[in-house]
C-alpha cells in the first residue's frame, strides 16, 4: 500500500497537521499506549486528500480505548469533554468545526434498516462497515507507521477510475439511505455508479 505522508504534510491545512501531530504524540504516550494500538484519520479526509481536494471535518478511528483517547485529544486542543454516543464515538468541538473520534468497530444489522449492534475490533473491520470504498479507507497517525495507507477495499483504484461502488450486497438493505449517498457522492464528486450498485439499487426500490 501506498504512503501518503507527504500529502498529509503537503495537501492539508495548518490545523489539520496540528491535529494529526497530536495524534501521533498521543497514541505514542507511554501513559495511555497500553489501551491504543492504532489511530487513523479515516473517510473522507483521506478520499479528499487523494483527489486534492480540500479535506473537511476529521474522523478519527482508535483502535482500543476511544474515550482516553478523545479526552487526551480535547485537552490539548484546549476543547471541553468530548460528547459520547452509544455507538462508542466520541464528538469534539462545536457546529462550526467538529472531530468524530470513534472505536474502530464492527457492526452487525439485527434486521433491516434497525440500528446496528457494534462490538470494538480492528481497523479492518471498521473501514468494512462503511459504505463506499472511496470513503472506507485510513492513514496511521502513529509515529512507526506514519502515512501508511489501509485500504482492504480497493477505494484507491476506485478513485482512479473514479467510480461509487458498494461495499457488499447486502449494503442497502442494511441502511437504505445509502443508496441516496450514492447518488450525492457521484454528483460531487463527478464519479460514476459501477453497473453492480446500480443494479443494487434498483432492486432495493422494488
Known sequence: MPNLAQLLASKTTVEHRRIFELCREISSDAAILGS???????????????????????????????????????????????????????????????????????????????????????????????????NSMAVSLTGTDWGNLVDPSNGFGDILRRRIRVLHDASFRDDPTRMFRAVRYAVRLGFSIDSRTVDLISESLK
Do not use: W
Open 36 to 134: 491504543i494500538s492504532g489511530v487513523y484519520v479515516v473517510g473522507g479526509v483521506v478520499r479528499d486528500l487523494v483527489l486534492d481536494r480540500t479535506p473537511g471535518d476529521v474522523d478519527i478511528s482508535v483502535v482500543g480505548d476511544a474515550g482516553a483517547f478523545s479526552r487526551a485529544l480535547a485537552a490539548r486542543l484546549g476543547m471541553g469533554e468530548p460528547v459520547e454516543s452509544q455507538f462508542m464515538t466520541f464528538k469534539l468541538g462545536d457546529d462550526t468545526s467538529t472531530i468524530d473520534v470513534v472505536t474502530a468497530r464492527s457492526e452487525t444489522y439485527p434486521e433491516p434498516a434497525a440500528l446496528p449492534e457494534v462490538v470494538s475490533s480492528s481497523i479492518e473491520d471498521d473501514l468494512a462497515r462503511r459504505d463506499f470504498p472511496v
